[in-house]
Each structure stands twice: as C-alpha cells, then as structure tokens.
Nanobody, 122 residues
C-alpha cells in the first residue's frame, strides 16, 4: 500500500485557479497509476483525472477537460492537479488515489488520501 496526503485545497472565486498536490510514501510510487476523484455533498464520488505510471498518458472527466491538468513527479513521489477556470460546480472534497491498473473507476483504486476541500464561490 501507498500512503497519500493531499494539500492545496481552499476557497476561490469562480474563474480562479487552485493547485492540489498529493504526496505519496510507502511502496514504489512509479508502480502506481494515480488519480483524482471528488465528492460533493449529497453526491457520489466521481472521477476527475488519472495519469499513467510514467506520466505519458492521462484521462479526464468531460466536465473538467480543458480546465484541469494532472501531472506527476516520480522523483519526488508527488502528483498534482492544476485547476483553472474554476466553477461553483467544482466545489467538492478532492481525493488523491492510487491504483495498480489503468482505470478511471473508483473501485480499482486501493489507497486513498484523506481529501482536501475545494470551494468555488459564484
């Protein structure tokens, strides 16, 4: 298992930007596909973005495509989510997660961080 700790959440006005970071410890970071998920109040957890082991490929939810960018630094054991042009509907708790397989399904991700709150005001 890998241990994950998110940071960088906060409060921002619509149109603004935030950068989330996730620090990993434990087993070899580069052995894991990394993903970001989010959960808004009263809603199910949903996929946001994922990045491959090497960082060579990534996938995004349609709702964030063109606004969010996922990246990773295997030398520093970190994965980041740059969020631009934020909208009120992006408000949620954002979770970092790791998987041993290429997937966008939450059930495929075995380790999760504690989450970080992102609030976007209109």
């Amino acid at each position: 298992q890998v241990q994950l700790v998110e940071s960088g959440g906060g409060f921002v006005q619509a149109g603004g930007s935030l950068r989330l970071s996730c620090a990993a410890s434990g087993r070899t970071f580069s052995a894991y596909v990394m993903g970001w998920f989010r959960q808004a109040p009263g809603k199910e957890r949903e996929f946001v973005a994922a990045i491959s082991w090497s960082g060579g490929s990534s996938r995004y939810a349609d709702s964030v495509k063109g606004r969010f960018t996922i990246s990773r630094d295997n030398a520093k054991n970190t994965v980041s989510l740059q969020m631009n042009s934020l909208k009120p509907e992006d408000t949620a708790v954002y979770y970092c997660a790791s998987s041993t397989v290429q997937s966008i399904t939450a059930s495929a991700f075995g380790s999760w961080g504690q989450g970080t709150q992102v609030t976007v005001s209109s």
